[in-house]
């Protein structure tokens, strides 16, 4: 059974951190590409960053370069979104996403983690 569990959201101050996780099973977690999307009240999900399967590579939305750091743990089958300096304009639903690099249709989604930014 496939499971993607996030955790560490929370309401933090502006200017705040917070790090997000996501604990994978019933995947070969290693070979997918992990990302965190998030989706505000009343916006389309977005893609927030992305991780290829052996961390070489990564990539990020515009709005959060130099704040935000994915990173992943394959022998804990862990994806992770450090946050930086966050803006009330992060407020959304994070959201964890598997990815299999060749079969589309192997595309798993968490149940999500409210993280909210607010004084």
């Known amino acids: 059974q496939v499971q993607l569990v996030e955790s560490g959201g929370g309401l933090v101050q502006p200017g705040g951190s917070l790090r997000l996780s996501c604990a994978a099973s019933g995947f070969s977690f290693a070979i997918y590409v992990m990302s965190w999307y998030r989706q505000a009240p009343g916006k389309e999900r977005e893609l927030v960053a992305a991780i290829t399967r052996a961390g070489g590579s990564t990539n990020y939305v515009d709005s959060v370069k130099g704040r935000f750091t994915i990173s992943r743990d394959n022998a804990k089958a862990t994806v992770y979104l450090q946050m930086n300096s966050l803006k009330p304009e992060d407020t959304a639903v994070y959201y964890c996403?598997?990815?299999?690099?060749?079969?589309?249709?192997?595309?798993?989604w968490g149940q999500g983690t409210q993280v909210t930014v607010s004084s």
């Open positions: 996403n598997a990815k299999h690099p060749v079969r589309l249709d192997f595309d798993y």
